[in-house]
């Protein structure tokens, strides 16, 4: 994605630090919602980061109060007037979204500063781990609407299981933040004035402290393994890791840890 391109963007921010690439949702003032155009650009941004070579770890953050509300008012009143191919190819663009933040081959860390609702909440689910304010709301929401938490669902049932999924997605209740860390849908909950630092130590320790190989070789893995049956599954665990076992990044780790050396994988 050319720089231009980047610079372009009218609802998304991407800039990179100290090895973290940040992409923000920058429409506060309409809650971060959910737009055709906004999901295009989310596209780009992670296209973009994914292929920086100045960022190890994404971090999904956002301006304003609110993380992201979900789908745009005025796009929701659009909706009504779109037929079923028109309706398949939208819900493809977000399908296409949540599959790449799934299977990115970098981190991404959801930075939850706010309510995360319907799309929004799905966004932050398909990050690989999630911070949150104790103040944050969450919540599949559609079915209050008529409407289908659809793709979300295919993700959420990997993350949590099947009891606690159709709990938020048959409800459609919000949870609070508390909630969601114990459904396993947040793994950290830290006040608003220590979110930022705490995303910013965390993104950096696994910059530092781990080999960017073998987190995207993992990530893949896990994201493989459970739609395998139980022998293929242990077959390609075992070549992943005849694999991983001759690669650079394997023969780096064991000279150090056998001479008792600590790699910054960051260099």
């Not at 910059?207 to 990530?219: D, F, G, I, L, R």
């Amino acid at each position: 994605m050319p720089t231009q391109e980047l610079e372009a963007l009218r609802y998304i921010r991407y800039d990179a630090q100290d090895s973290i690439g940040y992409i923000t949702l920058n429409r506060p003032d309409k809650r971060n919602a959910l737009s055709a155009d906004m999901v295009t650009e989310l596209k780009q941004a992670f296209e973009f980061a994914e292929d920086d070579e100045a960022c190890k770890v994404i971090v999904l953050r956002a301006q304003g109060d609110v993380f992201c509300a979900g789908a745009d008012l005025q796009y929701i009143q659009e909706l009504q007037g779109f037929g079923y191919t028109d309706n398949l190819a939208d819900s493809t663009h977000l399908m296409q979204l949540f599959h790449q933040v799934y299977t990115l081959k970098k981190v991404v860390i959801a930075q939850v500063q706010g309510h995360a609702l319907a799309g929004g909440c799905g966004l932050a689910t398909v990050c690989d781990f999630a911070f949150a304010v104790p103040e944050a709301k969450f919540g599949y929401t559609e079915v209050k609407i008529g409407f289908l938490p659809a793709i979300v669902s295919v993700f959420l049932l990997r993350k949590i299981g099947e009891g606690r999924t159709k709990q938020l997605l048959l409800t459609g209740d919000t949870i609070t933040a508390q909630t969601a860390l114990d459904f396993g849908l947040v793994q950290f909950l830290v006040p608003a004035s220590e979110l930022a630092d705490n995303v910013y130590r965390f993104a950096r320790r696994l910059c530092v402290e781990n080999s960017a190989q073998s987190m995207e070789a993992t990530k893949e893995m896990l994201a493989r393994l459970p739609e395998m049956p139980l022998e293929d599954s242990l077959r390609y665990a075992a070549r992943m890791n005849a694999e991983a076992r001759g690669s650079e990044d394997c023969r780096r780790g064991i000279a150090a840890f056998l001479s008792k050396q600590k790699i910054a994988w960051d260099n």
